[in-house]
Nanobody, 122 residues
Framework: QVQLVESGGGLVQAGGSLRLSCAAS????????MGWYRQAPGKQRELVAL???????NYADSVKGRFTISRDNAKNTVYLQMNSLKHEDTAVYFC????????????????WGQGTQVTVSS
């Protein structure tokens, strides 16, 4: 099994900050990209930020300049620092990872965390 566990969500006022963490564990040989997605009520899931194994990052336009994604490869952990939070950032945030379980395995990108709620009051 591969397990991703998010933490760090909560309630924050507009303009505040939160730091999300996601730790991967289980049968892991290596991890390629890791990312954060979010889904607000009544809306489709969207990519928030992505970081490759080499450290390259991509962000949704709506969060550029406010959010920072980073990772600790030794800990199989990805972080999302969220600053200047807005009410429209309110959503369930999901961690995602592309994982090889063993040498010779293909990377599989269908590993997801359970989600952590982020609520930003206006």
């Amino acid at each position: 099994q591969v397990q991703l566990v998010e933490s760090g969500g909560g309630l924050v006022q507009a303009g505040g900050s939160l730091r999300l963490s996601c730790a991967a564990s289980g049968t892991i040989f290596s991890i390629n990209a890791m990312g954060w997605y979010r889904q607000a009520p009544g809306k489709q899931r969207e990519l928030v930020a992505l970081v490759t194994s080499g450290g390259s990052t991509n962000y949704a336009d709506s969060v550029k300049g406010r959010f920072t994604i980073s990772r600790d490869n030794a800990k199989n952990t990805v972080y999302l620092q969220m600053n200047s939070l807005k009410h429209e950032d309110t959503a369930v945030y999901f961690c995602n990872a592309a994982v090889r379980r063993y040498s010779g395995d293909r990377y599989r990108g269908d590993y997801w965390g359970q989600g952590t709620q982020v609520t930003v009051s206006s």
